[in-house]
T-cell receptor, first 111, second 114 residues
Framework: SQQGEEDPQALSIQEGENATMNCSYK?????LQWYRQNSGRGLVHLIL?????REKHSGRLRVTLDTSKKSSSLLITASRAADTASYFC???????????FGRGTSLIVHP | NAGVMQNPRHLVRRRGQEARLRCSPM?????VYWYRQLPEEGLKFMVY????????ESGMPKERFSAEFPKEGPSILRIQQVVRGDSAAYFC????????????FGPGTRLLVL
């Protein structure tokens, strides 16, 4: 079963709007990461948040982690057409530092 | 500093042939991970290697698939006697150590089995 499951599966917004994607996981984690994948490309690492952290920022990105609900969210503020991509969460749990990926959220930002 | 390199970027094979996928990690990285991505799916972990050692192959199919990371040269993911179900994108990632949680991904090899 997937350790990370993103929601929604697809999201379509206008440029300038905010985009929020959620990720739920099943077991206790060491850390959770968010990646972006443009069509036909490899994954680009966005943010890593550790289990003892609650929020992290990187530019227009904001990631939160709620370990009591076993969930994380990725917020992209003031979205741009170039943000169009698939976004994956990946959680590492137990003694493993190898992340388990969800199916991703497909984000389309219309200019 | 060049990123993770994979070649070929696209590979077409007929059923029964062998596929060899190569991955050169980032300079200074001695840990390599292989993942497979089916259409509309996330990445599935296959194998984790350090130089000359397989550390975790829990995601590798039991048959036809093998991986190596020799002392010199790239890591190789080898698929023997390919079947149509092997068609997927195969991604390699590297890290300087396993405790460096961030993995740096290559552009992937897209394998198509006819």
């Amino acid at each position: 079963s997937q350790q990370g499951e993103e929601d929604p599966q697809a999201l379509s917004i206008q440029e300038g709007e905010n985009a929020t994607m959620n990720c739920s996981y099943k077991t206790s984690i060491n850390n959770l990461q968010w990646y972006r994948q443009n069509s036909g490309r490899g994954l680009v690492h966005l943010i890593l948040i550790r289990s003892n952290e609650r929020e992290k920022h990187s530019g227009r990105l904001r990631v939160t982690l709620d370990t009591s609900k076993k969930s994380s969210s990725l917020l992209i503020t003031a979205s741009r057409a170039a943000d169009t991509a698939s976004y994956f969460c990946a959680a590492a749990s137990g003694g493993s530092y190898i992340p388990t990926f969800g199916r991703g959220t497909s984000l389309i930002v219309h200019p | 500093n060049a990123g993770v390199m994979q070649n070929p970027r696209h590979l077409v094979r007929r059923r029964g042939q062998e596929a060899r996928l190569r991955c050169s990690p980032m300079k200074g990285h001695s840990h390599v991970y292989w993942y497979r991505q089916l259409p509309e799916e996330g990445l599935k972990f296959m194998v984790y290697l350090q130089k000359e050692n397989i550390i975790d192959e829990s995601g590798m199919p039991k048959e036809r698939f093998s991986a190596e990371f020799p002392k010199e040269g790239p890591s190789i993911l080898r698929i023997q006697q390919v079947v149509r179900g092997d068609s997927a994108a195969y991604f390699c990632a590297s890290s300087p150590s396993v405790r460096e949680e961030t993995q740096y991904f290559g552009p992937g090899t897209r394998l198509l089995v006819l």
